[in-house]
Every structure is written in C-alpha cells, then in structure tokens.
C-alpha cells in the first residue's frame, strides 16, 4: 500500500483539480473566520490553504505579488500612500516596501490568525513587517475603504480570496465607488480577478463595475500561477483621470530584485487573449 501523502484541492464545477505531494503537516488550526493549515510540500516548499483552498506556496508566490504590486505603483506617477484589503500572507506588502518613495502602507486583514501564521511558517514574506512605514490594522476591509476620507489613498490593492463569502462583497460595483472616493486624483486600483480561462465572464464584470464606479481607464493583467486554479491568473487594473499605458517605465526598467517583473513584462501582461477582447 502506497504511503504516499498528497493534498488535492478540486475545482468540482470545472471536473479538475490541482495535487501537490506533500512530506508532513506543519500546522491546523480553526480561527475566528476560517481553518488554516500549513503543510510541507515535496517540491513546493510551505503550503497554506485556508478552508481548504490553496493560498501560497514557497516556490510560486513571488508571481502572484509581484504581479498585484509592482504594475499598480508604476501606473501611479507618484505613489506614497498605499492602502492593502487582505493579504494577510504577507508577501504583497514586502513588495510594496520596496518601492523607496513609498511613504505608508496600511494593510487590513480581516482574519489576524493568517498574519500570524505566515509569520511563523513564511518568514521571507513578513521579512519587512516591522518596517515603520507599515500599519496594521486586523479588521473588515469594506468597512475601512468605505469610511475612509476622500482622496486618502494614491494605491488601493485588493488582495482577496476567491468571491465568495465575506470576499464576494470586495467584487462589488459600491465597493469599487468606495474606492474611487477613497482614492487621490490620479490614484490607482489593482484588485486579484481570478483564472482567464475558468472565470472569464467574472473578469468582464470586474472592468465592467469598476468603469461603473468612475474609473476613466480599466485593464487587466495575465500571468501564470501554478497553484491557482487553471495555472492562469489575472488582476485588474482602474485608474482615475490617466491612461492605462502611461506608466513609469524608466523608473521600472530600473528596478531590480523581481524575478517576474520587469517594465517589458507590465505592458506584455495586458495584451488580453482574443476570448477577453471587447
């Protein structure tokens, strides 16, 4: 009898599946919001899954962030003030940090326990968290972004998990026009938008709200992610008074230490597939 340990999350609705072989469970443990367990994998290093769904590997992470980090902060042409809805791993924010001329990032999680939890099994990520441009606030994301004073923000990232539950109401078209309100002139919006090829017709409805919520100019990007369903991921991108292909691309042609982005890279990623073409 094989004694073979594998963790398997199934995309029941889609008749797939993803499996990564795993050596031994680290950690379980039931929060407030959800059950989180970490475990180690053959080749993928630490795994986290939050009610049963894949949230981050070791190995495959750095796609994800830098992707939902770095295309938002050089559309802004001079982003200080930041503000995170989730990413209670982490990693989004040790991405943010490394941009120099960021002044604040506030980060609001609504599930602490995660936080907690990366810091112990996923220390690279949280390597920044004691940096003091860094707040942390450990509570609901839609009530913060929507209470939050006119033109507080130069960046908004939505660093959610899939819409469903507490998180569907971060798909919102009132949640984007709060925002909107809660976003400088010029200020930028990036939200994760799911699989191109498993949830086109969400995507669509993405830019389609956040245009109903004032954004002048909307586009998404694609990038692979192994562990995410489809191996195919995209976010999306609003923007208040500029087009979406104006960016810093000097200053992101300069910038170094990614090992998935680079400027060449951010204007790739838009070009959509025929299938999401208008």
């Known amino acids: 009898m094989s004694t073979e340990l594998w963790y398997t999350e199934r995309y029941e609705e889609h008749g797939a599946a993803l499996s990564l072989k795993i050596r031994e469970v680290l950690h379980r443990e039931q929060s407030p919001y959800q059950n989180i367990e970490i475990f180690e994998t053959e080749q993928f290093g630490t795994l986290m899954t939050l009610d049963g769904l894949v949230m981050v590997t070791d190995r495959d992470n750095f796609l994800y962030h830098e992707m939902m980090s770095h295309p938002a902060l050089f559309t802004h042409p001079a982003p200080k003030r930041v503000l995170i809805i989730g990413g209670g791993d982490c990693g989004t924010l040790r991405e943010v940090l490394r941009h120099q001329e960021v002044e604040e990032v506030v980060q609001v999680e609504l ?4 936080t907690r939890v990366a810091e112990r099994f996923f220390p690279e990520l949280c390597e920044n968290n004691q940096d003091p441009r860094a707040r942390f606030h450990f509570a ?3 009530t913060w972004t929507k209470e939050a004073e006119a033109g507080r923000y130069d960046v908004i990232i939505i660093d959610s998990t899939d819409p469903v539950g507490p998180a569907a109401g971060l798909f ?3 949640f984007y026009a709060a925002c909107h309100h809660a976003l400088a002139d010029q200020g930028v919006l990036v939200a994760q938008s ?3 090829l498993l949830h086109a017709d969400l995507i669509r409805q993405c830019q389609g709200r956040m245009t109903e919520a ?5 586009s998404s990007l694609y990038f692979p992610q192994f562990c995410y369903p489809s191996g195919w991921w995209s976010a999306t991108l609003g923007r208040k008074g500029l087009a979406m292909d104006a960016f810093r691309i000097d200053a992101a ?3 170094t230490g990614t090992r998935y982005y680079h400027a060449a890279m951010q204007q790739a990623a838009q070009v959509a597939p025929a299938f999401l073409l208008p």
Do not use: H
């Not at 599930?111 to 995660?114: A, C, F, H, Q």
């Not at 004032?214 to 909307?218: L, Q």
């Open 253 to 255: 042609r300069a910038f």
């Open 214 to 218: 004032g954004f002048g100019a909307v």
């Open 140 to 142: 609901d994301g839609i």
């Open 172 to 174: 919102a078209t009132d």
């Open 194 to 196: 799911e699989s191109p």
């Open 111 to 114: 599930d602490e326990r995660v």
